[in-house]
């Protein structure tokens, strides 16, 4: 999910409006079931009436969908003291649950108290404790724990006080926005939690992280802050990344973080003295716009009022405030710097073009990563590479995305360019989902066609898709090879077969087709199940590969395939790669 500016529903009042509120609830004090026994939305220091007749709940589950009804929670008529029947919800078990209130009219609100679960005093360990809380325009109902929220905003994560000992209410404030809308914050300490990276096994790395205020970078040339990290090695120091003297091109070496293995990490940065600051500014890893597969992906961003050096991922929970959780872009393959926010209290500086422009010796380069548009001028020779998304991996592995490359000479016009998107993973019985279209000056290439679907008897179909280049074959009941997908000529190349299961030999699944070569049958001598090399490309300065086919059934891996490879073909299960265009020319 992408978090944008906390309080962007704000009124200068510090209240906030909004349809639904969702509370993600992840475990308990103790006990195997959970309870909540009010929550309250409070405006001006009162809190809000509301009856059943105001709203609907809706919850993961209830323990009785009468007398521990999810409404009841919200409920302000209800008793916080006491027995909990009929005056508190009650869930099944103690983790992954979901609690929603949808307004019946949107509701404006500058506090959420809450008085955790208790029976008279007693068996509070069944109280919730740590809930995120998230706000949405819409009306929400999707009772999943942690699924998608769309059109939300993240208010905190957090966790909650247990009910003190003894009968009797016990409010605690768990969200608050008295104070109106925030313009900075000010912080001792920031610590970045990274759980993912972009396909590598090796390492995950960052090139830089820097902080501005009221738009102005703020300097720490190698000084001003410690540094912590869970791993690195001497010539990635997690120091390297907060320096603002360090060049954001060139060599990695001596100029980045980057960890000594792909584990979930954290680093941290201390200042001498609390920071006020604004925004937060990153360059993902790249080495001379190469390696950029060993940048960090989703990164959640915390911040203290106290000095933190503890590296284990997800601790001091307690001393921590939540500033986002989000996806950081992949550097593209070209040795420049490349900034992107990933915080900010302007909640629009986040909406930021995944398309640019930069000089690259004596050419210009354009980078489409979503659709956009060329103003083309009279006459001008342009070179372009196209890139369609790459196919989906259902049990075989995903075609990848058609390539063209060529040069173009331009008119005086604005030309239409699209990027395609990845194709959908597959699994079971559904095939990989074939990537979108990318196109400009009239051209074409084709997305990638999905890997092909598995089934348990003989009926169904386990061919590869069609595409730039053809999914792999998947594999069913019989004794016959499922057909892979085809390539389109001059784009991409057929998909490899794969084999359904026949006396005691098992089934498998075949490698999706790349721009560079056909994807590898099931029985390939060599390379079984591997995926089709994609094609190497120089148009940024930097020789990538792209639109290379996704392999099956833990084969090696293809050059230019995966998920996180431009027109890469999907591994088995796995998403495609997106598309991508890129334009060149002289200055």
Do not use: C
Not at 127 to 136: C, H, L, P, Y
Not at 279 to 307: C, F, K, M, P
Request: no cysteine; net charge negative.
């Amino acid at each position: 999910m992408f978090i944008l500016n906390p309080f962007r529903h704000a009124s200068d009042s510090g209240a906030i409006t909004t349809k639904s509120v969702v509370f993600d609830v992840a475990d308990t004090w103790g006990s195997s079931t959970t309870s909540i026994r009010s929550i309250e939305f409070h405006k001006n220091g009162a809190a809000i009436p509301l009856t059943s007749s105001d709203f609907t709940a809706y919850a993961t589950s209830s323990l009785n969908p009468t007398t521990y009804a999810p409404w009841r929670s919200f409920d302000t008529t209800l008793s916080k003291s006491g027995g909990w029947n009929n005056n508190a919800w009650f869930a099944v078990i103690g983790s992954g649950q979901r609690l929603i209130v949808v307004f019946n009219t949107p509701q404006e609100f500058d506090q959420i108290v809450v008085t955790n679960g208790h029976n008279s005093g007693n068996q509070t360990d069944r109280g919730a404790r740590n809930v995120k809380i998230t706000i949405s325009d819409d009306a929400i109902s999707d009772v999943t724990y942690n699924a998608v929220i769309a059109n939300s905003t993240e208010l905190n994560d957090t966790e909650w006080p247990e009910h003190a000992a003894g009968d009797g209410a016990d409010d605690n404030v768990v969200w608050d926005n008295t104070a109106g809308p925030a313009t900075s914050v000010t912080a001792k300490t920031v610590l970045f939690d990274i759980t993912g990276g972009y396909g590598t096994e090796v390492a995950l790395g960052i090139r830089s992280i820097e902080f501005k205020l009221n738009g102005s970078l703020i300097s720490f040339p190698g000084t001003g802050y410690t540094a912590y990290g869970l791993e690195s090695s001497s010539a990635f120091t997690p120091s390297n990344v907060f320096n603002t003297s360090l060049s954001k091109d060139g060599a990695a070496s001596n100029n980045s973080w980057l960890s000594s293995s792909a584990t979930p990490q954290r680093i941290i940065i201390v200042f001498d003295t609390p920071q006020e600051f604004d925004q937060i500014v990153i360059n993902n890893y790249h080495d001379a716009g190469a390696s950029t597969d060993q940048g960090v992906r989703s990164v959640e961003v915390l911040y203290s009022d106290i000095e933190v050096t503890n590296t284990g991922l997800g601790s001091e929970s307690g001393s921590t405030t939540f500033l986002s959780d989000r996806d950081w872009s992949q550097h593209v393959p070209i040795d420049a710097e490349l900034e992107q926010t990933v915080w900010a209290i302007d909640g629009g500086l986040l909406e930021e073009s995944l398309n640019f422009v930069r000089q690259i010796g004596s050419d210009w380069v354009h980078v489409f990563r979503e659709d956009g548009s060329f103003n083309g001028q009279a006459g001008v020779n342009v070179d372009y590479l196209i890139v369609a998304g790459g196919g989906g991996g259902g049990a075989g592995g995903g075609g990848a995305g058609g390539l063209l490359s060529d040069t173009f000479a331009t008119a005086m016009q604005s030309y239409p360019v699209v990027v395609g998107p990845a194709g959908f993973n597959g699994g079971g019985g559904v095939s990989g989902g074939n990537g979108g279209d990318s196109s400009v000056f009239g051209f074409t290439a084709i997305g990638g066609g999905g890997g092909g679907a598995s089934h348990t008897g003989t009926s169904g179909d386990a061919e590869g898709q069609n595409g730039g280049s053809g999914g792999g074959g998947g594999h069913k009941d019989g004794t016959i090879g499922t057909i892979p997908g085809t390539g389109t000529v001059g784009q991409g190349n057929d998909g490899g077969e794969g084999r359904n299961s026949s006396g005691s030999t098992g089934r498998r699944g075949g490698g999706g087709g790349g721009a560079g070569e056909t994807g590898f049958d099931h029985d390939d001598l060599s390379f079984p199940s591997r995926g089709g090399d994609g094609l190497q490309n120089n148009i940024t300065g930097v020789n990538q590969y792209y639109a290379g086919g996704g392999s099956s059934d833990n084969a090696d891996t293809a050059l230019g395939g995966g998920s996180y490879a431009w027109g890469g073909g999907g591994y088995e299960g796995q998403l495609g790669g997106p598309g991508i265009v890129i334009l060149r020319y002289p200055v």
